[in-house]
Each structure stands twice: as C-alpha cells, then as structure tokens.
C-alpha cells in the first residue's frame, strides 16, 4: 500500500500542488442559476468534479455544505468523492473532525476504512480535544494508506486566541500540535501522511513548519489570501504547501473552461511565487 505522503508528493509533482475546494455556497448555486436544492447541489458537484477532477492535484469538498440537505446531501457527496478518485484527483474530506478518542474511532471508520462509502485519501480534524484524541484516525489512515490534515493554525482571525495561547511548557498551542506531528512524520520519505493546516492569511506563520508533512493553505481567493503570499507564510517550507482555493475558483463556473480557466491562472501563479522563493 503507497503511504498518502508519497502519493501526495507524486501528485504534487505531476500536477502541481494546488488543491480546489467544493463548497456548494448557496450564493454560488444562485450565481450559477441553480436553485439552492439536491438537484442544484448534484449538478453544481458535477460540473465541479467533471472540470477539475482530471487535472488537480486534491480536491477537497467541503462537508458541511452537503451534510445540510441531510442524506440525500450525503448521496452526492459519496458521488462525487467516487467520481473524483476515479478520474484521478486525491480526494480530502474538509469535515473537521474531533471528538474524544472512543468517538473519534467512529469518525475514522467513516473516511479512513476503504468500505466506508465516504472513504477519501484523507480528511481534516481538530486536535483541540488533545493530540492524542486523534490516534484512532491516525492508526486507521496510516494503514489504509489515507492522510490526516490537522489544524494547526487556522486562517481565520479569531484561531489566534485558541492556537497562539501558550501550553504549559511554554510553546504556543499551534506549535505544540505541529511538533506533535512531525514526531508522526518522522523518518518518511518523501514525506509523511499527517499534514497541518496553516492558513495562507497569516503573513507570517510564527512556527516551526517543518513537519515532514504536507501543509495545507487554505485562504487565498475569496478571503484575501494570494498565492504570492506564500513564500512570507511559508519561508523554507514552502515546497510541501498544498495551496487551497475553493471561492476564487468556483466563481467563475457554472462552464468547465471557466473553472478550469481559474484553476490554472492560480496553478500558475503559485508556481511562480514557490519558484521564485
Ligand atoms: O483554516 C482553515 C481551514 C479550512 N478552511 C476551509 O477551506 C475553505 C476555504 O474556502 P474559500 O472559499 O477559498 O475561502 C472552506 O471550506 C473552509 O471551511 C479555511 O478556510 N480555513
């Protein structure tokens, strides 16, 4: 079984690093002349699916936006990550899971066990119950081959109160997390499964990134974040950034040339900043 780390890495270096976002925003199924209904979320996840499947690296639909149709949200969802995989995207599940450790099992089983119909390549969660709340999703990605993205520091301004606090030992809360998972990554190569999540808002991370890992970016596009602020973010890093854009992107659907159109003007603009840094 090929380790995420490694098929990320490959991924990364075929397609380049950029990862879109599904978020089926009502605003943009308006936008995109589709009623905010399970017909318009089906047809808003396929066009996005069938555009970008194909040629980015990750795509990373955004859980909440299906879990509120209820089931019938879910069925799309399960789709879509299908489909994506299929046409050769990695799938990462933006659910932001985190619970103590006996119900965090539950939340592994539904992404990280290859029988799951939501099974992806790899899923957000939050380490705010405890790092060590996360083993059971750590255990579980790591022998199916799948990935865990943890949040480490956010980019949202109001993460800062909860992950710049400073733990008992005198670390912030963020760097606590991040070395927690370079112990996780430690000795893989390329790089390990376990990723942080580290928002391209932040103009400078203030931490120690260096987690053997792969590091998600979400933020640029619609929250003010460009791929040129990488590189400030990032410093010696910046290799292992996985950059997110899901509004910037989505925007200017609902055609497959529009999406695809924005998809590279962002892939193009991040290889220029990382190779530049
Ligand atoms: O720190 C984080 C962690 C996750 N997100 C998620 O990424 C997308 C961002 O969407 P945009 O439209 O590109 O702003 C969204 O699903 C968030 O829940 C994040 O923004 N920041």
Redesign the pocket.
Known sequence: MIPFGTRLRAAMDTRGPLCV?I?PHASLLDAWGLADDIKGLETFTRSAVEALADRVAVL?P?S?FFERFGSRGIAVLEKAVEEARAAGALVLM?A?RGDIGSTMGAYAATYLDPGSPLFSDAV?VSPYLGFGSLRPALDLAAANGAGVFV?AL???PE?AEVQRATAADGRSLAQLMLDHMAAENAGADPMGSVGA?V?ATLGDAGANLAINGPLLA??????GATPADLPGVFGSAVGNVVP?????V?RHGPGASGLRDAAQRFADEVREAVSAA
């Open positions: 976002g978020d990373k955004q909440a933006d932001k957000t949040l956010t980019s949202n993460g999540v928002g979400p933020g640029i596009g619609a929250q997110s854009v899901s509004r910037g989505l």
